[in-house]
């Protein structure tokens, strides 16, 4: 199915005339393209019948909406105070020193997007360290490498 | 990478009842255990009468305000006497710091809140459900979907519609109206109230919102009998039970259903083991991040809405973090003023500004950079954004900061006077990295005043 077509789709879930695929509609135009370039929110506006500037001011209030090149992977730290009362902060370094960038930076070759985020809710199990989404429980800075080696398969 | 601990510490199981470390995703397994037996009694029973029984148990939100559920319920008008469909939202958007819980609800008993929608859908006359769930949760919103398509599939759904809507990162969505707006698929910022969301809330339309966990508690409470359940715990007031959610420095941290009238001490020192090394707990981050820090000698407060609130705290969301003597108290308070100056929405001056504010002033605290007056101007500052806002964000940021400089003033003095961090990069939280707005184009300004 097309992106168009499965953007109709989300937009029957909600009652006509709303706004309310707008989030849907931007993750999935985010999947596709691996960010929302200018491209992607244009086509984003096109299939939801709005303005491309509408759909910018909607994807620019929400962090999980890049709108900046990302990488294939996505690394998100929690460096929130429970994490961080935990040794979240050694946990961010290790990916620093291993990937060779900083939180908000990707690696050169575009593989690894690194971020610290504020608490992602594993606050039980620190460090929290969401990769690609995947919730990963009491992350230590020795896990980090093998799990860098993971996404590099 | 160790699983989260989920048990329950003490008195009945009530939200978690019939879970015994082994999830109950499967209908079969939610069926064996009673599941779904709550809904099918009261289907048979007038809406009206459903409610009486929600407002009897004197259930309260347990997503941080403690608002009665059956009394929000009851503010929705009946179907005949407003021509618009009448919704409920679900607030799964979890993102209070130090909070857990409704994450492990619908990982281990989703089919309980899909039968607490559809019980709140019965009471209110409803036929459709939004469950708003942050967008960071993707297993949690697998768990609770597959429990929606078993139930639908098994007919039990019976008309009624339960859509999960995900968020895309953004604490406020957490605040009802924001969720709103955020759900009407706008840039998430709270509404002016009144009008309140049970007469205009989602398209305008009558809407009741509930927190995952006092939804998923209504068919427990319906289990044990309405006025069974207001003797549990602390009545009058804070009846049930609740799941707190154990963090930080502790030796066993988790998820613990337990009543409430708890004291912290109980539930740090015997169910979660102490602290680590045997430190000396220094102060307790109670009910979130957005409420004042408990210090030491309050620790057998019990944890229930009027014993805290008798001493100035609050239940919040259940969190109780424990902050070890090796923590620097302005490194906490500079990094949750960091959390809400970057989930500020922007729409209200006090907080907008006044959050940067209380981070410009911490900053130049721990780096010996401020003067005494500084800490008199940094209590100033919150005063000035308590209670000025459209939402309580500001407030959230208010509260922590002025109690940390209030209770620990000569840990504050001592910075002045070292002329910077006493710790040195001893303390757990040194150097401890804030995220800032990934969208702003100019990261160095972040933090100046504009």
Same mark, same amino acid.
């Given at each position: 199915?097309?992106?168009?077509?499965?953007?109709?789709?989300?937009?029957?879930?909600?009652?006509?005339?709303?706004?309310?695929?707008?989030?849907?509609?931007?993750?999935?135009?985010?999947?596709?393209?691996?960010?929302?370039?200018?491209?992607?929110?244009?086509?984003?506006? @096109?299939?939801?019948? &709005?303005? +491309? /500037?509408?759909?910018?001011? %909607? =994807?620019?209030?929400? @962090?999980?909406?890049? &709108?900046? +090149? /990302?990488?294939?992977?996505? %690394? =998100?730290v929690c460096t929130n105070v429970c994490c961080g009362l935990v040794n979240a902060q050694a946990v961010l370094e290790a990916f620093e020193h291993?990937?060779?960038?900083g939180p908000g930076?990707?690696?050169?070759?575009?593989?690894?997007?690194?971020?610290a985020v504020e608490c992602?809710?594993?606050c039980?199990?620190p460090t929290?360290?969401?990769?690609?989404?995947?919730?990963?429980?009491?992350?230590t800075p020795?896990?980090?490498?093998?799990?860098?080696?993971?996404?590099?398969? | 990478?160790?699983?989260?601990?989920?048990?329950?510490?003490?008195?009945?199981?009530?939200?978690?009842?019939?879970?015994?470390?082994?999830?109950?995703?499967?209908?079969?397994?939610?069926?064996?255990?009673?599941?779904?037996?709550?809904?099918?009694?009261?289907?048979?029973?007038?809406?009206?009468?459903?409610?009486?029984?929600?407002?009897?148990?004197?259930?309260?939100?347990?997503?941080?305000?403690?608002?009665?559920?059956?009394?929000?319920?009851?503010?929705?008008?009946?179907?005949?006497?407003?021509?618009?469909?009448?919704?409920?939202?679900?607030?799964?958007?979890?993102?209070?710091p130090g909070?857990?819980?409704?994450?492990?609800?619908?990982?281990?008993?989703?089919?309980?809140?899909?039968?607490?929608?559809?019980?709140?859908?019965?009471?209110?006359?409803?036929?459709?459900?939004?469950?708003?769930?942050?967008?960071?949760?993707?297993?949690?919103?697998?768990?609770?979907?597959?429990?929606?398509?078993?139930?639908?599939?098994?007919?039990?759904?019976?008309?009624?519609?339960?859509?999960?809507?995900?968020?895309?990162?953004?604490?406020?969505?957490?605040?009802?109206?924001?969720?709103?707006?955020?759900?009407?698929?706008?840039?998430?910022?709270?509404?002016?109230?009144?009008?309140?969301?049970?007469?205009?809330?989602?398209?305008?339309?009558?809407?009741?919102?509930?927190?995952?966990?006092?939804?998923?508690?209504?068919?427990?409470?319906?289990?044990?009998?309405?006025?069974?359940?207001?003797?549990?715990?602390?009545?009058?007031?804070?009846?049930?039970?609740?799941?707190?959610?154990?963090s930080g420095n502790v030796?066993?941290?988790?998820?613990?259903?337990?009543?409430?009238?708890?004291?912290?001490?109980?539930?740090?020192?015997?169910?979660?083991?102490?602290v680590p090394g045997d430190r000396t707990l220094k102060a307790v981050m109670m009910?979130g991040s957005s409420f004042p820090v408990m210090t030491p000698d309050d620790?057998?407060?019990?944890?229930?809405?009027?014993?805290?609130?008798?001493?100035?705290?609050?239940?919040?969301?259940?969190v109780?973090t424990v902050i070890d003597e090796r923590t620097c108290i302005v490194q906490f308070a500079l990094r949750v003023a960091q959390f809400y100056m970057h989930e500020s929405?922007?729409?209200?001056?006090?907080?907008?500004v006044g959050t940067r504010w209380l981070v410009q002033l911490l900053r130049a605290v721990e780096e010996g950079r401020a003067q005494e007056r500084d800490l008199d101007l940094l209590l100033d500052v919150c005063d000035?954004i308590?209670?000025?806002?459209?939402?309580?964000?500001?407030?959230s940021a208010a509260m922590p900061v002025a109690s940390c400089v209030t209770k620990f003033r000569d840990e504050f003095r001592a910075h002045l006077e070292h002329g910077g961090c006493p710790f040195g990069t001893d303390s757990q939280l040194a150097r401890l990295f804030a995220p800032v707005?990934?969208?702003?184009?100019?990261p160095v300004a972040q933090e100046a005043l504009?």
């Open positions: 199915m097309g992106f168009y077509e499965e953007v109709q789709e989300i937009r029957a879930r909600y009652p006509e005339g709303t706004r309310s695929a707008v989030l849907p509609a931007l993750r999935l135009a985010q999947e596709r393209h691996g960010w929302l370039s200018r491209e992607a929110i244009e086509e984003t506006a @096109d299939a939801l019948e &709005l303005t +491309p /500037a509408y759909c910018y001011s %909607i =994807a620019s209030f929400y @962090d999980m909406f890049d &709108l900046q +090149p /990302a990488g294939r992977h996505e %690394i =998100a291993e990937l060779g960038v930076e990707t690696t050169p070759d575009g593989a690894v997007t690194l971020r992602l809710g594993g039980s199990t929290l360290v969401a990769v690609d989404h995947v919730y990963r429980q009491s992350v020795e896990d980090v490498p093998a799990i860098l080696a993971e996404l590099a398969e | 990478m160790s699983e989260t601990t989920v048990r329950v510490a003490e008195g009945p199981a009530l939200v978690l009842a019939g879970y015994e470390g082994k999830p109950l995703r499967d209908l079969a397994d939610y069926r064996a255990v009673g599941g779904y037996e709550q809904l099918e009694q009261a289907r048979t029973r007038d809406p009206q009468a459903v409610i009486q029984e929600i407002v009897e148990s004197n259930l309260r939100g347990r997503g941080g305000a403690f608002f009665p559920t059956g009394r929000k319920a009851s503010f929705i008008p009946t179907p005949d006497k407003i021509a618009k469909p009448i919704y409920i939202t679900v607030n799964a958007d979890e993102s209070e909070t857990f819980k409704d994450r492990e609800i619908m990982l281990k008993v989703p089919h309980r809140l899909v039968e607490g929608c559809l019980i709140a859908a019965h009471a209110i006359q409803s036929q459709q459900v939004y469950i708003y769930i942050r967008g960071e949760y993707l297993a949690e919103y697998e768990s609770v979907q597959g429990a929606i398509d078993e139930a639908r599939a098994a007919g039990i759904l019976a008309g009624v519609e339960i859509t999960i809507h995900r968020g895309a990162g953004a604490y406020i969505c957490g605040e009802e109206t924001g969720l709103l707006e955020s759900l009407e698929g706008k840039r998430g910022q709270p509404r002016s109230k009144p009008p309140f969301p049970a007469i205009s809330g989602l398209y305008a339309s009558p809407t009741l919102i509930n927190n995952v966990e006092s939804i998923t508690t209504i068919p427990a409470i319906l289990a044990v009998g309405p006025p069974e359940y207001a003797k549990i715990g602390a009545p009058p007031d804070s009846t049930g039970t609740r799941l707190f959610c154990l030796e066993r941290p988790g998820v613990y259903e337990a009543p409430h009238g708890i004291t912290p001490r109980h539930l740090i020192y015997d169910v979660g083991g102490g009910g620790l057998d407060t019990p944890l229930d809405a009027d014993s805290l609130g008798q001493k100035g705290y609050f239940i919040g969301s259940g109780v929405c922007g729409k209200c001056t006090p907080c907008r000035r308590i209670g000025k806002c459209l939402c309580v964000l500001g407030d707005d990934q969208h702003a184009h100019t504009v």
